[in-house]
């Protein structure tokens, strides 16, 4: 596609269910990259991806917190049993290979849990 | 642990006022420090810098890295309504991990 896209858009959900985040990045970029941007914060690295393998899971905040991606393509973000405080927007990025200044974002996804 | 500080938090500008945003950083392995401008919920690219002094310039923004002061300033003139956003920084480090300040909030009135 022409950029990077994600859905849903935004996602309410009760707290203790679990959601799924989608990200569909710019077609034949291979890192794919999860943030997290509370209310009034900067951007929070989660987890990146160099094709289907993800060499980095550091910024993971709890083991409620999964990604995989499959197919070299669409990544999807879980977050099992949410919590209220993981209401923030969540954000994907891809680049061409592993350059810092060439990572296009998408949208996001705005998450509200009540 | 990583950090990048922005300074200040807001600022509320008239058209045609020149700003100084700023940016400081502590890091373990920095590789490189970038801009973003984020107006809606994308961030876009704006700079990457590298090497200590030199300039780059887009238009009426320009940005420069002191590694000595661990710091970088974005500098805004002529300001336009356009200009409206939050101002991202980050730190890349390892692998391709970028670490972000907490923005600093620009309003441009007119």
Redesign the interface.
């Known amino acids: 596609g022409a950029g990077v896209s994600q859905s849903p858009s935004n996602k309410v959900t009760e707290k203790g269910k679990d959601v799924e985040l989608r990200c569909d990045p710019i077609s034949g970029h291979t890192a794919l990259y999860w943030y997290r941007q509370s209310l009034g914060q900067g951007l929070e690295f989660l987890i990146y991806f160099q094709g289907n393998s993800a060499p980095d899971k550091s910024g993971l905040p709890s083991d409620r917190f999964s990604a995989e991606r499959t197919g070299g393509s669409v990544s999807t973000l879980t977050i099992q049993r949410t919590q209220q405080e993981d209401s923030a927007v969540y954000l994907c990025a891809s680049s061409h290979g592993l350059a810092a200044d060439t990572q296009y974002f998408g949208p996001g996804t705005r998450l509200t849990v009540l | 642990e990583d950090k ?1 500080v ?1 300074s200040p938090l807001s600022l509320v500008v008239h058209e045609g006022d020149t700003v100084t945003l700023n940016c400081s950083y502590e890091v373990t392995n920095f ?2 420090l ?1 801009w973003y401008k984020q107006e ?6 704006l700079f ?1 810098l590298t090497s200590s002094g030199i300039e780059k310039k887009s238009g009426r923004l320009s940005s420069i890295l002191d590694k000595k002061e661990l710091s970088s300033i974005l500098n805004i003139t002529a300001t336009q309504t356009g200009d409206s956003a939050i101002y ?1 920084c ?1 730190v ?1 480090v390892y ?9 600093t909030i620009l309003r441009v009135k007119s």
């Open positions: 990048v922005q590789r490189s970038l809606k919920k994308a961030p876009t690219f990457m991202l980050a890349e692998g391709n991990k970028l670490v972000f300040g907490a923005g």
